[in-house]
């Protein structure tokens, strides 16, 4: 069955603008979860939705945001982007919640200039 | 407050030798565990979790970790590394919200 996937896979923006990254999970996933992944920060959860509705969120400002669409297909959101932003933002589908077993998608690498 | 800890950046091993990455958290209860592994520019695999029970657990690609309440442990281990396990290797507690260890990059040399 197919996996997680991002889109895009890389992306460019400018300082300032705003980035929307896509994730649809596995078929039969209702939890979708997203993370940021920098050689400084290393691995940092964002949030996590489950039909819906966010479950979970970790301490990141409000410029980042998410949502989940009915058929459990996730978007994520950053607003005013900086330097700092760039990353590599990683979605992860589970079917119930991140206690069982979580697959990843490739990623999608955004760099902010 | 709860935390990962993975004492090892980086460890380089001869490949046929035997590896082990450590593994320490801190959480109120036990959490679920499970130990991830990235290539350069991908995503996570899951190569093992344990839930409870047996606290030695068997995984993908020959990998094995054991579980040490007493420690707070959840150490990694393969007994003979092949070129491919060359890596950066995550330990990830989760009580219903994944962390993730700073990570450890392993090398493996020929």
């Known amino acids: 069955k197919a996996g997680v996937t991002q889109t895009p896979r890389y992306l460019i923006k400018t300082r300032g603008q705003q980035v929307t990254l896509s994730c649809s999970p596995i078929?039969?996933?209702?939890?979708v979860s997203w993370y940021q992944q920098t050689p400084g920060q290393g691995l940092q959860f964002l949030f996590e939705y489950f039909s819906e509705t966010q479950r979970n969120k970790g301490n990141f400002p409000g410029r980042f945001s998410g949502r989940q669409f009915s058929n459990s297909r996730s978007e994520m959101n950053v607003s005013t982007l900086e330097l700092g932003d760039s990353a590599l933002y990683l979605c992860?589908?589970?079917?119930?919640?991140?206690?069982?077993?979580?697959?990843f998608g490739q990623g999608t690498r955004l760099t902010v200039v | 407050a709860q935390s990962v800890t993975q004492p090892d950046i980086h460890i380089t091993v001869s490949e046929g030798a035997s590896l082990e990455l450590r593994c320490n958290y801190s959480?109120?209860?036990?959490?679920?565990l499970f130990w991830y592994v990235q290539s350069p520019g991908q995503g996570l695999q899951l190569l093992l979790k344990y839930f409870s029970g047996d606290t030695l657990v068997q995984g993908i690609k020959g990998f094995e970790a054991e579980f040490k309440r007493s420690q707070s442990s959840f150490n990694l281990r393969k007994p003979s590394v092949h070129w491919s396990d060359a890596a950066e290797y995550f330990c990830a507690p989760s009580d219903y919200k994944l962390s993730f260890g700073a990570g450890t990059t392993v090398t493996v040399r020929a």
């Open positions: 959480y109120g209860a036990t959490p679920y």
């Open positions: 078929s039969g996933h209702r939890s």
């Open positions: 992860a589908s589970s079917y119930r919640d991140l206690n069982t077993e979580a697959f």
